[in-house]
């Protein structure tokens, strides 16, 4: 792992109860790797970073070590390589669940992604070195609230069908509709959006926000109900209309950027309105999934969020959607 000179020791711990604290990251990774890069944007999101072996306690054990370097951290942070290279970086993961840490697992490869995939914890497939990866992966984790930091059991389904709960949804998006010669505000429909990905279930999402002319992606989901079949976070766009083909090609754009270099992942369109004409741009890139808002929110009266997404991929993988 690589060090850096911050050492938590116990005369900073009154430091806690200071409304201006900077949050904590411990970090672990497997021997040799290099998480500077890590370090550095955690660093530039306002996060303290620390690892094992910069603990200063002298004469305890290495399992009390662990315990109390997890405990002083906020977030934990674990770099995830072969099975092999990462057995004591699993050991901390499991000490961070026992505690209770919110936890984001990076997995540098396949075999990486696959180990991580069984924890069900969060993780984010990139390399450690990977900047444009690691950076909205990072901002994403620290930005999504964690009212519930316990791992779900992997036998149980995080999400839910919405039930009547859509119908009020649907009334408040027919309230939305612009009338003739306007245009749907996205900003509403996008708070209806994120209300019924949270009502169905999924406790960790993350709102993006319009800096300037510079824009995040709208919506981004980590659902343990997606994995295996696809990569978390799950990235999510809501438009006031189906993009046309020089849009939507700026989109997928913007999700390739932010999943990095070399990493293809699903993702989703949500739109208000769509021109009948528009219909064969379903098609136009195999791995982005669009649906209308109307279709979004009844399929979700009777189907929970991780189904219908799943069922969204399965239709246009088998040429249906």
Known sequence: MSSANIKPKRKQKSAKFSTRRRRTAFITAPPGTDTSVIRQL????GTNVFALAEMDLPGASLSRLIWKAIDRADVVIAVLAGREESRNVLIEVGVA???????LIIAADEPATSLAADTGIPYLRAKPNNFASLDFGLAQFLAAPHHDNAVPKPTQKETHPLGHDADALLARLHGIRPQQGSRLDESLLQNIVVDAIKDSGVSTISVGKKQGNARTIDIAVWCNDLE???QNPFLIEV???LPGKGELDA???RF???FGPGIINWALVIYGEADPSAHRLKHLHSHILLISA???LASLRDTAFGDLIRKLQSERLDGRG
Do not use: M, R, Y
Request: glycine fraction near 8%; avoid cysteine; hydrophobic fraction near 30%.
């Open 42 to 45: 955690l660093e530039t999101q």
């Open 97 to 103: 669940q026992g505690l209770q840490k919110p936890t």
């Open 228 to 230: 295996p079949w696809i």
């Open 239 to 241: 438009k006031g209309s």
């Open 251 to 253: 989109l997928v754009k």
């Open 256 to 258: 390739s950027d932010a």
């Open 294 to 296: 109307e279709d979004f």
